[in-house]
Structures are given as C-alpha cells and as structure tokens.
C-alpha cells in the first residue's frame, strides 16, 4: 500500500505531460566541426597527398618563381587573389561557403610548386576538391581575372603571367563542371 501511496504522491508533483505538436519540425544537433588548433583549418577526408595533384607540372628551373618575388610574392598573389574573389559579387559566395584558411594555403602551395620556387602541394586534385561545386566558365573568368589583379599588385611582368596562367588553363578541364 505505501507503494502505491508514494506513486500517487510523486504523480501529483510531476508536472503534465507536454503534448507533442504534430506540426513541430525535429531539430537534428548539429555538430560545428572543430577547426585545427594549429593551422585553424577545417577538417577534410583523408586523401593521397602528391605533387602531382597540383595540376601542372613545375617550370624548369627558378627564373620564374624569382619573377613572382620568390615565396614572400607567392604568398601575397595567394592572398589577394583570396581577398579580391571574397568581395567580387561574381564568385565571393563560391569562396565564402568553403575553408579560406585552407584555400590561402593551397593556393600557396600550389602556385609555389608549379613556379619552382621548393614547395610541395599537399592539396587535393583539382578535380575532387572542385567536384559538385557547380562552377561555369564564367566563375573561372573571373576567378582568372582577379588572379591577374593580384599578380599586377605583386607587379608581376605580363609575359610571366601568362607563363602561369598558360600552366593553369588546362586546369579547366576538372573544375567547370557545366
């Protein structure tokens, strides 16, 4: 008896059931994934890093990273180009719903392999780290353009842009998609 005493006695203290409203939508917790603590990038899926994944191979020797102001210019064009297309109202929402932390490094990196200028690529293939983005030609125009806004900041001769934009064109290949 005092069993059923306690149960009536805990059942008027509990407050009444919540009733579940059908039209509720359910809220799934969604988890932020959790940026590197020492290079502050988002994490990605394991892939085989290899210097062939930069898409071009390397000039030949180093008059053309010496053109690009060797390692310090590299990483000036890399940024800018980053912070010119983040405000460029043609392609800044394609750069600002992916890892500019990344981005900044990659492009580094890529840049400085293709120019000679002794680093390795460590980033994906052009044509999985592109895939179902969506891009057209006309992103990639402009995306070529604000390179080249970038390289004439550096002060970049014309003749050595188009060395490396000549490198960089077959690119297209594996990055518009349609």
Known sequence: MSLLLSLLFLA???PPPIEADPDA?????????QRDPVTGELPVDPYIQDDENAGADPFKNGKMAAAF???????RIADNLVDISLSDPRISDIFKAH????LRRTLFEQFCFILN????????DMKTAHTDMGLQRGDLNALVENL???MD???IAFRSQNRLLSKLAPMNRDIVER
């Open 25 to 33: 939508v359910t809220r799934i917790p969604f988890e932020e994934p």
């Open 153 to 155: 900041q550096e002060g």
């Open 148 to 150: 080249q806004k970038a």
């Open 69 to 75: 102001h060797g390692q310090d210019g590299i990483r």
């Open 12 to 14: 008027q203290e509990m």
């Open 99 to 102: 890892d500019t932390v990344r």
């Open 117 to 124: 200028a002794g680093c390795d690529y460590s980033g994906r």
